[in-house]
Every structure is written in structure tokens, then in C-alpha cells.
T-cell receptor, first 114, second 113 residues
Framework: EPEVTQTPSHQVTQMGQEVILRCVPISNHLYFYWYRQILGQKVEFLVSFYNNEISEKSEIFDDQFSVERPDGSNFTLKIRSTKLEDSAMYFC????????????FGPGTRLTVL | GNSVTQMEGPVTLSEEAFLTINCTYT??????LFWYVQYPGEGLQLLLK?????DKGSNKGFEATYRKETTSFHLEKGSVQVSDSAVYFCALPQFVSGNQFYFGTGTSLTVIP
């Protein structure tokens, strides 16, 4: 069964460093997403991406964040200068259709900022 | 935007007990409703969904009915197993025309033998 994969599973970085989280969505999906879950808190939407551009973003997704689909398979989330409060589990998701359709999630990358 | 309010946890049940996790929604129109499950150390998996009012979603013995009268989508299972221990999230599209999902706070379920 096709699945969303994410690498690395755990990333530890120093405050102020740049990190890139990688995702491989399900191959025939067209919509891609990033969510995050701070430990013990709810899952929060960051950004959605369709047709090679951002379609929605939340208030969390400020200038320190960017997304890219560098080739036909990968979808990345970059945090330019990490802060302690960026420590969270980051989930990538994809869907074959847009509004209201189920999203398929990856296993997550746990980001720890020291 | 749309939102859900989910029953606070944690919930601890004995094996074979009946499970109900409450979820109520506030929404414009009748968006699809979802339950996702997160097993320890894993990502979110779709458990079940309902796409319109009065629909019943079901999977792995879990059920939830989309009730517009009570704006609810409660998750139920007649007989839980130890392997059902996980965190359960109610979710829906946050906006009528957007793709972002709004997740509830999650309810942690522990089933003891």
C-alpha cells in the first residue's frame, strides 16, 4: 500500500541553524501539506501546496519557513533559523484531491532544537 | 472557520469494555468529518470518515455517525482491545474552500488486559 515517507525520523539542531525536513508524498497525489505537533499539544496546520505553489498557510508559517518541491517526488520544509519553540513533531501529508478529502500522513520527523 | 471540540482524556479501559470518545463540531455547511488515530511512536492514520449528514463511518470495529441534529461525530467501539491503545483525533476541513484540517486536542486511550 502506498505511503508517505519522511526523513529523518529525528533531527537535533542548535538554535539558529537551518534545517530541512524531507517528505516523499504518495506518488499520484497532487496536494501536499505540513503540520506540526508540539509535545502534548494539538496537531496544527502549517501550509498546503498545490501546482507548485503555496495554496494556504497558517500564522505559524512565517518568513522563517519555506516549502519546496525540488523534483517530482520530494516535498521539503525548510526552517531558516530555528528557535527553541520550533521543537515539535512535523508531519507531512498528501491527498489526491483537494477540499475536504482525506489526507494521508507520514510517520513524522521529531525536531529538537537545543 | 470550522472547529471540533473533543473529549478530554486520558481514558483508561479494561479489555472488552465499551468505548465512546465524544466529538462535537462547529461548521459552515456539512463538511466531511474524520477520525484519525496515532499509535505510539507512529504518525496519524485515517481511522474512518463520514462525508455527509447521517453517514456512518466504520473501520476495525470502530464506528462514528455524522449527526447534524446534535452536531456530533462520536467515536464508538463495542469491545476494545489492548492494541487499540492510541491517541484519537477528531478532524474536519477548517474552511469551506480550503484544504487545511482542524484537529481536535486528541484523546489518549489506554486499554489494560
Amino acid at each position: 500500500e502506498p505511503e508517505v515517507t519522511q526523513t529523518p525520523s529525528h533531527q537535533v539542531t542548535q538554535m539558529g541553524q537551518e534545517v530541512i525536513l524531507r517528505c516523499v508524498p504518495i506518488s499520484n497525489h497532487l496536494y501536499f501539506y505540513w503540520y506540526r505537533q508540539i509535545l502534548g499539544q494539538k496537531v496544527e496546520f502549517l501550509v498546503s501546496f498545490y501546482n507548485n505553489e503555496i495554496s494556504e498557510k497558517s500564522e505559524i508559517f512565517d518568513d522563517q519557513f519555506s516549502v519546496e518541491r525540488p523534483d517530482g517526488s520530494n516535498f521539503t520544509l525548510k526552517i531558516r533559523s530555528t528557535k527553541l519553540e520550533d521543537s515539535a513533531m512535523y508531519f507531512c501529508a498528501s491527498s489526491s484531491q483537494g477540499v475536504g478529502n482525506e489526507q494521508f500522513f507520514g510517520p513524522g520527523t521529531r525536531l529538537t532544537v537545543l | 472557520g470550522n472547529s471540533v471540540t473533543q473529549m478530554e482524556g486520558p481514558v483508561t479501559l479494561s479489555e472488552e469494555a465499551f468505548l465512546t470518545i465524544n466529538c462535537t463540531y462547529t461548521a459552515t455547511g456539512y463538511p466531511s468529518l474524520f477520525w484519525y488515530v496515532q499509535y505510539p511512536g507512529e504518525g496519524l492514520q485515517l481511522l474512518l470518515k463520514a462525508t455527509k449528514a447521517d453517514d456512518k463511518g466504520s473501520n476495525k470495529g470502530f464506528e462514528a455517525t455524522y449527526r447534524k441534529e446534535t452536531t456530533s461525530f462520536h467515536l464508538e467501539k463495542g469491545s476494545v482491545q489492548v492494541s487499540d491503545s492510541a491517541v484519537y483525533f477528531c478532524a474536519l476541513p477548517q474552511f469551506v474552500s480550503g484544504n487545511q484540517f482542524y484537529f481536535g486536542t486528541g484523546t489518549s486511550l489506554t486499554v489494560i488486559p
